[in-house]
């Protein structure tokens, strides 16, 4: 395995009433940021899930450092999971513990028990100013009483305090307005520079996973349909990776196309199937 | 076979608190706040139940032992009746609706809402960090509590037969003690510790396994308290056989 590869998704197979995901194969290197783009409901969220184990596929692996999230015991998952952080779509917030436990989750509980009370305090303070919120105002606060992007932010600042080695980003501008979303990308984009850490983003946010992205992925029926550089995204000519590009007059005219090939394929045209219908 | 399932799933979640609690790997603190919620919540209700259930067994008794059989046996129906029956369930009842209700709405809010998974995602256990300090504190509350509704059920069941049946303290407590088995104390605690485990682990079990939102939260939440109410009629029912005879 390359030394460089820090998170290795394996032919990875899910199915929950239908398939979800038919073999990913997708290795992420170190200090590597990759978002993963789709339509809503091909797996994007579930793949990412898979990676600490929230949910275990039918079929394949998924290595985090060349361990295997799925043949580690307990123990062993427990310790591999301390080195990931996760950021909910809607943070997940702990509703009974207020802002400054919040981010304390973050940290690790060994850590916490030796940890210096007034040291912890400073490292969840500097945690909350890396995302752009004033310790003194929400500190105490319970996540109930903070804006949706307030709240995404503090999940932001529980998945770095601990400075893990690899974030992970469910869908963290969604329900957003532009103004939020923006800056939500630009802490991710931040958070990477400055502490190097290996990031995959599962977002809607076109442009903003090809501005944060180092790599581009696009999921479709359960499998990867491309994986490049923003670059190579941009100048795709995969018809559903223009329709992402929002390169819309092309995409349309390249559907209609397919569209028109399948129709050529195949006898029973659309006139033909139309009239079937209205014999039946 | 879905019936099988919840019974495999909350037996492994068993072995998990035990392994939790034998590793020290719960809270102290959690198993008090969850005590509190739990005993001092409830105890307002269960005060009412137990006041209610002490006058009702008191006036049924005497009014079918007025004509025959000395009134003074009325003691040992109430106190045998409070002690070994309505006391622990009408107890359970208690709390199935007041803890076990909003313990499977809280952790079922929880795991929709990803919080549960957040948890795992964090390197903690859900199981010695949400499930371990509710049942823990369950089976410390629930004796507790019962051992108060039957003190308080047997005395109202006291005042009420003087009041109403004009049978004094003296013959009532002459007739409880007549008839009385410290044994039946005994059980009604041990009845009260099996309640105290069963209906936290069902409650935390079907609100670990919600899924759905909001809805999945009010099924589950329904099953629950049926699931709870049926087995703490089960138990009931299994206990004279195991112990009375």
Same mark, same amino acid.
């Given at each position: 395995m390359d030394p460089e590869v820090t998170i290795e998704y394996e032919n990875v197979h899910k199915r929950f009433d239908t398939p979800v995901l038919s073999g990913v194969n997708l290795s992420v290197m170190r200090g590597e940021t990759v978002s993963i783009l789709g339509t809503s409901g091909t797996g994007k969220s579930v793949l990412l899930k898979t990676t600490i184990g929230l949910i275990t596929p039918d079929r394949g692996d998924v290595r985090i450092d060349g361990e295997s999230v799925y043949h580690s015991t307990r123990l062993g998952l427990r310790d591999l999971r301390r080195t990931v952080r996760y950021v909910f779509q809607y943070a997940a917030l702990f509703d009974s513990l207020n802002i400054y436990e919040n981010v304390a989750m973050g940290l690790d509980p060994a850590e916490i028990k030796t940890l210096d009370p007034q040291v912890m305090l400073d490292r969840i303070a500097a945690s909350l100013v890396n995302v752009n919120l004033e310790p003194a105002k929400v500190l105490s606060k319970l996540p109930a009483e903070l804006s949706g992007g307030m709240r995404k932010r503090v999940g932001l600042a529980r998945a770095i305090v601990g400075e893990p080695r690899i974030i992970l980003y469910d869908e963290p501008v969604t329900g957003l307005d532009p103004v939020n979303s923006a800056t939500v990308n630009r802490l991710i984009m931040s958070i990477a520079e400055r502490t190097k850490v290996t990031s995959i983003v599962v977002t809607h946010d076109v442009e903003g996973a090809l501005e944060m992205s180092h790599r581009v992925a696009l999921l479709d029926n359960g499998t990867l349909r491309f994986i490049g550089t923003p670059d190579e995204f941009r100048r795709s000519e995969d018809p559903l990776v223009m329709a992402f590009a929002d390169r819309r007059a092309a995409a349309e005219a390249a559907l209609k196309l397919i569209e028109h090939d399948a129709y050529d394929d195949n006898d029973a045209g659309p006139a033909h199937a139309i009239s079937i219908g209205v014999r039946a | 076979m879905g019936f099988a399932r919840h019974v495999g799933q909350i037996s492994v979640l068993t072995v998990r608190i035990v392994m939790a609690v034998g590793q020290g790997g719960v809270s102290l603190k959690s198993v008090f706040a969850q005590a509190y919620e739990q005993g001092i919540g409830s105890l307002p209700l269960v005060l009412v139940t137990a006041v209610l259930s002490g006058i009702v067994t008191s006036q049924q008794g005497g009014y079918q032992f007025s004509?025959?059989?000395? +009134?003074?046996?009325l003691g040992s129906v109430v106190a045998s009746s409070v002690v070994l029956e309505l006391g622990p369930v009408m107890t359970a009842f208690v709390l199935i609706g007041r803890v076990g209700a909003r313990i499977t709405a809280e952790i079922g809010t929880m795991a929709v809402s990803e919080q549960v998974d957040a948890l795992i995602s964090l390197g903690r256990d859900p199981v010695p960090y949400l499930a371990a300090p509710r049942v823990i504190a369950g089976m410390i509350v629930t004796p507790i509590l019962v051992g108060v509704a039957n003190a308080v059920g047997v005395l109202t069941g006291l005042v009420s037969a003087r009041a109403?049946? %004009? +049978? %004094?303290p003296e013959g009532f407590l002459y007739g409880a003690r007549l008839y009385w088995h410290s044994w039946d104390l005994f059980y009604s605690l041990a009845k009260a510790f099996v309640f105290g485990f069963t209906i936290p682990v069902i409650s935390v079990h079907m609100g670990l396994i919600t899924h759905g939102g909001a809805e999945g939260v009010g099924r589950n939440t329904t099953t629950s308290v049926v699931f709870m109410i049926i087995t703490v009629l089960v138990v009931d029912a299994t206990f004279p056989p195991l112990f009375l005879n």
């Open positions: - | 004509s025959s059989i000395p +009134l003074y046996v109403t049946m %004009g +049978l %004094g």
